[in-house]
């Protein structure tokens, strides 16, 4: 028997936000159908040396908003966790994570009661829409090749991206923006997620920001992305 919740609470669990959904919509909810149609997650974090750069000072304990479409992807995947690469502090400043990023448990996730009366009254009252052309199958934004990264990301700051990509680093932190190619490739077989590589750039070797948004919407290889990359921008609030 399924479980229903009638009443909302000010910060829902993501079980309690769908629970409240299903009353509201008529139809079963799931984490993954939460994320997708707009849902915005938060995390509790509790303070940490690691990951002071999140809390100002006397903040001991923040929510941290899952802004970055790939973290939202990770929770989409059906993740035992939550994994913050991008996110935003206390400050509501957005911040890119070192390393690998954070991982918190998947118990601190929650939805705030506003976010969720707004998704509900979308879903009920839905805005006319002009048809959008549709978006490269999700199979084939894997990745760009490097040469392809090269093009589309040309003379972009003083960052050096032929040279990391050979190196086979990830341009920022371990894989970064790098996907590996297949299971037999060298160090040079890669492909790269090129919404990824964009904010690493900005946020760890600060390329200007206006350069990024100009490659998106001029570049004919970053047009598949462009979607993502704007989604993402939103989140953060570029």
Wanted: proline letters at 6%.
């Amino acid at each position: 028997m399924t479980t229903t919740l009638s009443s909302l609470p000010y910060r829902a669990t993501a079980d309690e936000a769908c629970q409240w959904l299903q009353t509201q919509t008529g139809t079963p909810w799931t984490l993954a159908r939460l994320l997708e149609a707009g849902g915005l997650p938060y995390v509790w974090l509790d303070y940490s040396e690691q990951w002071a750069e999140l809390f100002h000072d006397g903040v001991t304990r923040y929510a941290a908003p899952v802004v970055f479409i790939d973290d939202k992807r990770h929770l989409v995947a059906g993740s035992k966790d939550v994994w913050l690469r991008f996110t935003r502090d206390c400050g509501n400043l957005a911040i890119a994570l070192k390393d690998q990023g954070l991982r918190a448990s998947l118990d601190g996730l929650h939805f705030q009661e506003r976010d969720l009366l707004k998704l509900v009254k979308e879903l009920l009252n839905p805005t006319p829409v002009e048809p959008e052309t549709p978006l490269a199958p999700q199979e084939s934004l894997k990745g760009l090749e490097r040469s392809e990264i090269l093009q589309a990301f040309a003379g972009i700051g003083k960052v050096n991206l032929e040279q990391g990509m050979l190196a086979g680093q990830g341009i920022f932190g371990d894989d970064g923006a790098r996907v590996r190619k297949n299971s037999r490739g060298g160090k040079n077989n890669y492909l790269w997620n090129p919404v990824t590589l964009a904010f690493g750039l900005h946020d760890v070797h600060r390329v200007p920001m206006p350069h990024l948004k100009k490659a998106f919407a001029t570049q004919p290889l970053l047009r598949p992305w462009k979607a993502a990359w704007l989604e993402s921008l939103a989140l953060l609030g570029e």
